[in-house]
C-alpha cells in the first residue's frame, strides 16, 4: 500500500459501517470493510424472515455488491479478534487462518451487539434471540416444525406446549414478533392443518416494565397492548422470568409450557471495549467521546450499537438511525482530519421518530411530538421500510411480497430447510 | 378412520407423489401425504439456488400450502423406515417418535433418489450432489465462500485451486451448472473483487462417456458441447474420475487441483425395494408391472426414480414427466378398483420432449423428432419452466427474478448464511 493515500478500516457491514464506508466513496482514502458475514442485513424486519413473509434474501443483501462500485473500497469477509491501538493493526480470522494482521490509519468500529441473558447464559439453548439471517431461519424453521408435531401429537398437554409460544422482552421486536405470530396463525396457517387449527396457537408476551414499547410515550404502549390483547396475545407485565428450559417458561410465578421461547429482552454490545482495553458503559459498551472517538485515541471510532454515547443526559439508543448518522459523521470527521481542516461540532443525533408494528394495519409512531397509533401509522411504517431497504432491487419484491401477503394472507417462504452444510 | 372410505397413503412430495395426491381431489378416498421434508422443490431449477440466481422459496413450495383446498387430503411430516405390505401398514418417524405405524388400503411409494457414488462413497465428502434445497444452499455457501478466500489468498496455486470448479457428469444437471458457474463468474461476481478477477475461474466438465447430454440426439450434444467451451468450460470426455479429494480430482491421468468438485454422475433410488423385499434392476430400483404395481401387491404402487419399468424395450427415464403420468394415472387405477371397474391398460409414458440450458440465451431441445439448438429453444425452455412451477404464486416472482438477471447480471441471492440450527 503507498503510504499517502490513508487507509481506512471498517469493522462490521451493519448500519453504522455501511454509512461510513458509502460516505467516504470517493474520498480520497482507501477503505476497507471487514465483516464476519458477506452480507448486510436490515435487521428491523428479520422478524418477518422468522414468520415466514419474506424471504432471506429480500431483506439481506451482498455487501460485496452494495460496495461494488465504490473503486476506492474492497471488502473483506474476516471475524476480527483483536486490535492493537499501540501499532494501529487489528487481528482477524480469515480465509481459514488465524491472526492475520492488517494495518489502518482510521479504524471505524460498528460492531454491533448480540443476544444478552443478563447473566443467565443457561437460557440460551432454550430462547434463542433474533440478531441474524441464520437466527431467523432457525425461528422459522422451529415456529414450522412445532405445528408439524402439533398435527401429530395426540397428547393434549403436548400439543398445546407446542402451539404456545413465548416471547421474552417487549420491546419492538418482541410485540413485532408476538403480533406477527399472531396473524400467522389465523391467516397463512389456518386452512394447513387437518387435526389441530393453528388460530387457537397460546402467545405470551412477557416483560419485567410495566407496559410494552417502554421507549414509546405512555399512550403509545397502551394502545399497542390493547392491540396485542385484540390479536389474542396474553401480555405479562411486570413479571420477571424465573427460568427457561426445554419445557417451557416461569414467568412471575406462572410455568407455562412451551416449546418455543423467544429471547428479545436484551442485547450485549461485541467486545470492541475489551479490543481496547478502554472504558466501558454498565452493559459492556464502549464509552465514546462526543466526536465518537475513544480517549487518547483520536485515530479509533466506535459506533452504533457497541458505543455509549449521552445526549442531554440521556443514553443514545441502539436504534439503526443512531449507528447510520454516527458512521455519516465519522466519514465527514475523518476527511476533515485528513484535509487539517478544523474539526467537526460534536455530533448530535437527530430523531426522526420510532416506528414499533402490531399485527396487521396497526403501528404506533412517535416523532418530534407527533404520536399516532393504528392504520395510519401502519402505512407510515411500511414506506419507511421499503425506502430504507438497503438494495434497490430488494425494494421492488419485498413491496410486491407484502402485497401479495396482504391481500391473500399466504406466505411464501414456509420452508423447514434441513441439514444444510457451511465450509 | 371409518372403514368405508379407502385410505390411500402417499410417500414422497416430489413431482410423482404431488401428482398423485392432486388427481385423488375430490375422490372418494381419505389420502395421507408423508414426506420428510414440508415442501416440494421444483429439482430442475436446483443449480438456480446453487448459483444464486433463485432464492429456495422461489423454487419449492409447502406441501400443505399445495394441497390445502383439498379437504380429503392430509399431509404429514415424516420419514419412512418401513412398510409391511402383509399387514398393509408402513412405519414412520415422525414428531420425534420413531416406529409410529400407520395403515393403508393402497400405498403408493414415489420416494425418489439420492446420490450414487458407484461405489466409492468415500468420495461424498468432497464432493456433494444437488438434490435438495439443503444441497443447493450448501453449494451455494460454498462458491461464493471459495471466492471470499480466494480474494484473500496470496499463494497462487491456492488461490487457483480455489476458483477451480469440476463437474463431475456431463448429464442435464452438470451442463445446467457448468455452464451457470461461467456465467456468473463473468458477469454478477465480475465487478465485486479487488485483487482476484472471478472471469478467470476454470471450469471443467468430466464425464466417462463420449458426449455431453448422452440422452439426447448427437447433434445436440455436439451444439451444447460448442456452447460449453464458448463458454470457456473445459470439457473432459472418456475421462473416469479416478479419485477425490479434498484438495481436488484425478480426471482420466490428469489431476485437477481444485476446491470445489460437484457430483452429478449418478443417483440411486430410495431404499423403497428393501421395504417391500421384491424384485429390483441392477441400479436398485423396484420392477413395477405395466399397471405401476408390486408383483402379488395389487394395492402397492412405485412410481416415479425409485421405479423401473420397460417401455419399447427400454427403461424410462428418471425424469419428472414420468413421475406425473404415473402419479396420475396411479390415481386413476385406485379410483377404478374402488369403483369395481375394469382395470386401466397398462401404462404408457408420453415422452413430450427433453430440453437442457446451457448458460444465456441457449438451449437444447428434442421432442418427437424436433431438434433445435440455440435461442429458441431457449424461450422454450424458460416458457415451460415458469408454466410447470408447482404453485402460480411462484411463477410471478420467479419471471421478474429471471428478468432482472437476464438484463443486469446481478443475482440477488447471493447469500452466505452459516450456523442455521435445526429443530
Not at 74 to 87: I, P, Q, Y
Not at 244 to 261: F, L, N, Q, Y
Not at 360 to 388: C, D, E, M, P
Not at 389 to 417: E, K, N
Request: aromatic share 6%.
Amino acid at each position: 500500500m503507498s503510504n499517502k493515500i490513508p487507509r481506512v478500516v471498517i469493522v462490521g457491514g451493519g448500519f453504522g459501517g455501511l454509512a461510513t464506508a458509502k460516505a467516504l466513496r470517493g474520498a480520497p482514502v482507501s477503505v476497507l470493510l471487514v465483516d464476519r458475514n458477506n452480507h448486510h442485513v436490515f435487521q428491523p424486519l428479520l422478524y418477518q424472515v422468522a414468520t415466514s413473509v419474506l424471504a432471506p434474501g429480500q431483506i439481506a443483501a451482498p455487501i460485496r455488491g452494495l460496495l461494488a462500485a465504490q473503486e476506492n473500497t474492497s471488502v473483506m469477509l474476516g471475524n476480527v479478534t483483536g486490535v492493537n491501538a499501540e501499532l494501529k493493526r487489528i487481528t482477524i480470522d480469515a480465509n481459514d487462518q488465524t491472526g492475520v494482521e492488517i494495518d489502518y490509519d482510521y479504524l471505524v468500529l460498528a460492531t454491533g451487539a448480540t443476544h444478552s441473558y443478563f447473566g443467565h447464559d443457561e437460557f440460551a439453548a432454550f430462547a434463542p434471540g433474533l440478531k441474524s439471517l441464520a437466527d431467523a431461519e432457525s425461528l422459522r424453521n422451529h415456529i414450522l416444525t412445532v405445528f408439524e408435531k402439533a398435527e401429530l401429537e395426540d397428547d393434549a398437554p403436548r400439543r398445546h406446549a407446542l402451539m404456545t409460544f413465548v416471547l421474552v422482552g417487549a420491546g419492538p421486536t418482541g410485540v413485532e414478533m408476538a403480533s406477527a405470530i399472531a396473524v400467522m396463525v389465523r391467516t397463512t396457517l389456518r386452512k394447513d392443518f387437518r387435526n389441530i387449527d393453528p388460530a387457537t396457537a397460546r402467545i405470551v408476551l412477557a416483560d419485567m416494565g410495566q407496559r410494552p414499547l417502554g421507549t414509546f410515550a405512555e399512550e403509545l404502549s397502551e394502545a399497542a397492548k390493547l392491540r396485542l390483547l385484540q390479536l389474542g396475545v396474553e401480555v405479562r407485565l411486570g413479571k420477571p422470568v424465573q427460568s427457561i428450559d426445554e419445557d417451557g417458561a416461569v414467568v412471575g410465578d406462572e410455568r407455562i409450557p412451551s416449546k418455543t421461547v423467544i429471547w428479545t429482552a436484551g442485547v450485549a454490545p461485541s467486545p470492541a471495549g475489551k479490543w481496547l482495553g478502554c472504558e466501558v458503559d454498565r452493559a459492556g459498551r464502549v464509552r465514546i467521546r462526543p466526536d465518537l472517538t475513544v480517549s487518547n485515541r483520536p485515530e479509533v471510532y466506535v459506533i452504533g450499537d457497541t458505543a455509549s454515547l449521552d445526549q442531554d443526559g440521556r443514553p443514545l439508543p441502539g436504534v439503526a438511525q443512531v449507528a447510520m448518522q454516527q458512521g455519516r459523521y465519522v466519514a465527514k470527521a475523518i476527511l476533515r482530519k485528513i484535509e487539517m481542516r478544523p474539526p467537526l461540532s460534536p455530533f448530535r443525533y437527530f430523531d426522526k421518530g420510532n416506528l414499533a408494528v402490531v399485527g396487521k394495519n396497526f403501528a404506533v409512531l412517535q416523532s418530534r411530538g407527533v404520536k399516532i397509533s393504528g392504520f395510519i401509522a401502519w402505512l407510515v411504517w411500511a414506506l419507511i421500510h421499503i425506502q430504507f431497504l438497503a438494495d434497490s432491487s430488494l425494494r421492488f419484491s419485498v413491496f410486491l411480497q407484502w402485497l401479495m401477503t396482504y391481500v391473500s394472507g399466504r406466505r411464501g417462504d414456509r420452508l423447514i430447510i434441513q441439514g444444510r452444510k457451511t465450509s
